[in-house]
Nanobody
Framework: QVQLVESGGGLVQPGGSLRLSCAAS????????MSWYRQAPGKERVLVAR????????YYADSAKGRFTISRDNAKNTVYLQMNSLKPEDTAVYYC?????????????WGQGTQVTVSA
C-alpha cells in the first residue's frame, strides 16, 4: 500500500522557517522523482519544488527560489522541504508527490497534505 505522510507544518511568523518532511512507503522510493506542491484557499494546486530520483537535479518555482530547499534521503525514504524567510503568501496546504514515468503509464502518488500558515 502506497503511503506518503507529510509532517512539519504549522503556524509560523513572517520571516520564520519550517521544515516539511514526507515519509514514503509501499513503493521503490529511489525510482521516483519527488515534488512538493501547495494549494492556497480558492486557488489551484501548484508545483513548488521537485527533485530527481537520485537527487542530482532540482527545480524551484520562482516563488520558492532562494528561500526553499528540497532534499531527499533515499535511505530513509523521505523527502524534505526547508522553507526559510516565510511570507504570508506562502500560506497553503503543502502536498508531497511521487512520480515515475513507466514504460506504459505514469505512476503518480499524493500525500494528504500539511497546513502551513504564515501569520503574525
Amino acid at each position: 500500500q502506497v503511503q506518503l505522510v507529510e509532517s512539519g507544518g504549522g503556524l509560523v511568523q513572517p520571516g520564520g522557517s519550517l521544515r516539511l518532511s514526507c515519509a514514503a512507503s509501499g513503493f521503490t522510493f529511489s525510482n521516483y522523482a519527488m515534488s512538493w506542491y501547495r494549494q492556497a484557499p480558492g486557488k489551484e494546486r501548484v508545483l513548488v519544488a521537485r527533485i530527481t530520483n537520485a537527487g542530482g537535479s532540482t527545480y524551484y518555482a520562482d516563488s520558492a527560489k532562494g528561500r526553499f530547499t528540497i532534499s531527499r534521503d533515499n535511505a530513509k525514504n523521505t523527502v524534505y522541504l526547508q522553507m526559510n524567510s516565510l511570507k504570508p503568501e506562502d500560506t497553503a496546504v503543502y502536498y508531497c508527490n511521487a512520480r515515475m514515468d513507466g514504460f506504459i503509464r505514469r505512476y503518480n502518488y499524493w500525500g494528504q497534505g500539511t497546513q502551513v500558515t504564515v501569520s503574525a
